[in-house]
C-alpha cells in the first residue's frame, strides 16, 4: 500500500507566481523528505524536515510538516522555469526505506 | 552537496542475459539502497543494504536480483536473468549513519530486449 501521495497530479503556474505542492501519508514517520526530479535525472533532495520539526525553509522553499494531519506541504515562491520538475514527497517510517509518493507534475510558465 | 555516482548511465541488453549495475556512494556513507522507477511511475523500493547483509527488501527484490558492495568498491545491483520487465531506470542511494537522509545517483537506465 502506498504510505505518501501527493495531492495533485499536476500543476501549472506562470513565472514569478508561487505554488505549493501537498502530501498526505498514512502511517507514523521519523522523517519526510522532498525531492525534486527534472527529466532524465535522479531525484534531488531539497528539505529534510524531521517529525519534531514544524517548518523548514531553503532559499525560495518552504516545506511544513503538521504530525496530526499526517500531512506536508512545500511552497515554491518567486517561480522559474526551471522550478519544472516533479515533486515528490517521501516518508521514512525509522525503518531501512523512504516510501514515495506519485510526484506531482510542476510546469512553470515563461 | 554529496554525490552519489551510477554507471553506466544506460545499458542495452537482450533477454535472459546477465547485468551488473554499478554504484559509487558517497564515500562515508553506511547505508545503500536500490530503487526501481518506471517511467511515468512513481519510485519504488527494491532493497537496503549495511554492514555487508541485506537489511529489508521489498516484492520486486525477486530471486534473480542480488546485491553486493566487495572490499568497499561500488555497490551493485545484479540481475541474472534478465526479463522484460525489468526494464525501468534503476536508483542507487546512500545514506549516513543516521539513516534519515538518503541522497540519490542520477541513475541506469536499463533496457531488456
Known amino acids: 500500500s502506498q504510505l505518501a501521495e501527493e495531492n495533485s497530479w499536476a500543476l501549472s503556474v506562470h513565472e514569478g507566481e508561487s505554488v505549493t505542492v501537498n502530501c498526505s501519508y498514512k502511517t507514523s514517520i521519523t522523517a519526510l523528505q522532498w525531492y525534486r526530479q527534472k527529466s532524465g535525472k535522479g531525484p534531488a533532495q531539497l528539505i529534510l524536515i524531521r517529525s519534531n520539526e514544524r517548518e523548514k525553509r531553503n532559499g525560495r522553499l518552504r516545506a511544513t510538516l503538521d504530525t496530526s494531519s499526517q500531512s506536508s506541504s512545500l511552497s515554491i515562491t518567486a517561480t522559474r522555469c526551471e522550478d519544472t520538475a516533479v515533486y515528490f514527497c517521501a516518508t521514512n517510517t525509522g525503518n531501512y526505506k523512504y516510501v514515495f509518493g506519485a510526484g506531482t507534475r510542476l510546469k512553470v510558465i515563461a | 552537496g554529496p554525490k552519489v555516482l551510477q554507471i553506466p548511465s544506460h545499458q542495452i541488453i537482450d533477454m535472459g542475459q546477465m547485468v551488473t549495475l554499478n554504484c559509487d556512494p558517497v564515500?562515508?556513507?553506511?547505508?545503500f539502497y536500490w530503487y526501481k522507477q518506471i517511467l511515468g511511475q512513481q519510485m519504488e523500493f527494491l532493497v537496503n543494504?549495511?554492514?555487508?547483509?541485506?537489511?529489508?527488501k521489498s516484492k520486486l527484490f525477486k530471486d534473480q536480483f542480488s546485491v553486493e558492495r566487495p572490499d568497499g568498491s561500488y555497490f551493485t545491483l545484479k540481475i541474472q536473468p534478465t526479463a522484460l520487465e525489468d526494464s525501468a531506470v534503476y536508483f542507487c542511494?546512500?545514506?549516513?549513519?543516521?539513516?534519515?537522509?538518503?541522497?540519490f545517483g542520477p541513475g541506469t537506465r536499463l533496457t531488456v530486449l
Open positions: 564515500s562515508n556513507h553506511l547505508y
Open positions: 543494504f549495511y554492514n555487508g547483509k541485506v537489511m529489508e
Open positions: 542511494a546512500s545514506s549516513p549513519r543516521d539513516r534519515v537522509e538518503q541522497y
